[in-house]
């Protein structure tokens, strides 16, 4: 390198432009890779990292909400204000610039004030494997980028299954998220059906389309928008997915679902999978697994447990009982990243038959070839939708290693127990209403207190005015809530999922959603709605 150096300094001496040019080009690369990941660079990896590390920490020790309010404009103008062809001389002063930009502004997940989506805290050990595994970079698509990485992976695999039961024969891989792996479970289990479609005569020389338009998916009302995204995807279109409704608690009703199945094959439609949620966005409730199951068996459809927020029901040390069943499941979703406190990204597509993953199997002459498969040679690639891929299994490995899976379990039960402690507040708040007892770790509920003629506050004033609290609330920065509609209606929600809050945490988010809606109520913003 050095000598390399020296001999470029010659052009740079001469009068000749374009040996000038050349000189600087030449010395921009040089300089360039003092920022590759190698031996010769390694302090300087430790000591930037460290940097980087030590911002966040010192965001840690000076945040004292989840949220600044801050709104988009003003930071759009803030990032749009930085020329992006200048680089900076070095990491601090890039450092002190994101601050601007990302660090002081950002969403606090730790923060026992933020308690609005699934976006967890995250667990230290996972953060370690972060730093590893993307400063390794391996990648998961070949055994050839990735060695010991893919059998951690597998190892983690079916340490998954086997914790749902799935059996000897279960296999998966790890995905990008829950919405990815629903998406690869419904890809399998249409082309599952359409297989079996082929086999008949009456539908030999039939293109792919025709058989797809004979296709239904089964699931609840209240299960999540990527099973109608990925009918879409999959070129069925959203209206291949049937909506069952729930019963009072939320969870599926298997009598309409016997029914609606009945009636997709007297129309000569074929029901080809059942999607049963363990743990709802909204309302933390599991589906009668064992009932759907049994359905979906009467039918022959695939059976898929979109599992991607109770997954972390199989570590709990007080409620897994929640996830049985899931033992029936054709595929199960798992995502990490919520209730195992993972960084993004970190979910799973699990299922039953291994030989079923052979769906997404494609040979690529350049990366995978049959030949690879044939000698056994472990190519993850084989089995997922994406190619290059992260090494995410670490995250959970070192967090299984380091902190096991108890403590996880544990941190998921405190949860749940707090959710519940905040329901029966919440529930003897005559400010307040709860849409139904908490089952997990959510709480859907609104703001509707007492009039002076002792009724509530009117159905339609409570839906003016509970998306206004939620605005208000997350622009004082004080704390964040997330919102949904029940049977229409605009209620607020609490997602919990950080161990560390008190019920007084919580209390105090209670307290400010109170004052909040008495001074806009107050305020007469909303006087013309009022009228109970
Ligand atoms: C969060 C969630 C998903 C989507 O998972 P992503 O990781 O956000 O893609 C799917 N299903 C349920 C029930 C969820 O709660």
């Not at 930009?101 to 953060?127: Q, S």
Request: with cysteine.
């Amino acid at each position: 390198m050095r000598d390399e150096e020296t001999c470029l300094e010659e052009p740079r001496e001469r009068e000749d432009p374009s040996a000038r040019e050349f000189g600087s080009r030449v010395e921009l690369a040089l300089s360039a890779t003092n920022h590759l990941f190698n031996a010769r660079n390694s302090p300087r990896y430790v000591a930037q990292v460290l940097q980087g590390v030590s911002a966040v920490a010192t965001k840690l020790d000076r945040t004292t909400r989840p949220f600044t309010g801050v709104g988009p404009a003003e930071l759009k103008a803030r990032v749009g204000a930085i020329d992006l062809d200048q680089p900076l001389p070095d990491t601090a002063s890039a450092l002190e610039e994101l601050e601007s930009v990302y660090l002081r502004d950002a969403v606090y997940f730790h923060d026992t004030k933020y308690a609005a989506h699934l976006n967890c805290p995250v667990v230290i050990p996972a953060l370690v494997g972060e730093s590893i595994l993307s400063a390794l970079n391996s990648s998961m698509d070949t055994w050839d980028q990735s060695a010991g990485a893919t059998m951690i992976e597998r190892r983690l695999i079916d340490w998954a299954a086997d914790r749902l039961e799935l059996g000897g024969a279960a296999d998966g891989v790890f995905t990008s998220g829950g919405s990815q792996s629903n998406l690869q479970a419904l890809l399998v289990a249409r082309n599952h059906a359409v297989a079996g479609l082929r086999q008949q005569p009456s539908n030999a020389g039939l293109r792919l389309p025709a058989l797809l338009e004979k296709l239904r998916i089964f699931t609840s009302a209240d299960s999540h928008f990527s099973i109608q995204k990925s009918a879409s995807i999959l070129g069925m279109g959203f209206d291949a997915v049937i909506s069952v409704p729930c019963t009072g608690d939320h969870r599926m009703n298997p009598a309409v679902l016997a029914q609606a199945m009945a009636e997709a094959r007297g129309a000569g439609l074929l029901p080809m999978a059942v999607v049963a949620t363990a743990g709802t966005t909204d309302f933390g409730a599991v589906d009668p697994l064992t009932e759907l199951a049994a359905l979906a068996r009467a039918y022959g459809a695939w059976f898929h447990i979109d599992a991607a927020y109770g997954g972390g029901l199989m570590v709990s040390g007080r409620y897994r009982h929640l996830l049985d069943g899931t033992a029936l499941a054709d595929s199960v979703t798992v995502d990490f990243h919520k209730t195992f406190f993972q960084p993004v990204s970190s979910s799973a597509l699990l299922v039953r038959d291994r030989s079923m993953l052979r769906h997404v199997t494609y040979y690529a002459d350049y990366l995978n070839p049959e030949s690879a498969a044939l000698a056994e040679i472990p190519n993850q690639v084989d089995k997922s939708i994406q190619t290059t891929r992260r090494f995410d299994a670490l995250k959970l490995w070192l967090t299984l290693r380091i902190m096991g899976a108890d403590a996880i379990g544990a941190l998921l039960d405190e949860a749940i127990d707090l959710a519940a402690r905040v329901g029966s507040l919440v529930g003897a708040d005559d400010d307040f209403e709860l849409a139904a007892e908490p089952q997990l770790s959510t709480l859907v509920f609104r703001y509707r207190p007492r009039t002076d003629g002792g009724g509530r506050l009117s159905e339609d004033a409570a839906d003016a005015l509970n998306p206004a609290i939620r605005a208000a609330v997350f622009a004082s920065g004080e704390a964040v809530v997330a919102g949904t509609t029940v049977a229409g209606r605009h209620y607020l929600k609490f997602t919990l999922l950080n161990a560390e809050a008190t019920l007084e945490d919580i209390g105090a988010i209670l307290g400010l959603l109170r004052r909040t809606g008495a001074d806009l109520l107050q305020d007469g913003l909303l006087q013309s709605d009022v009228a109970a």
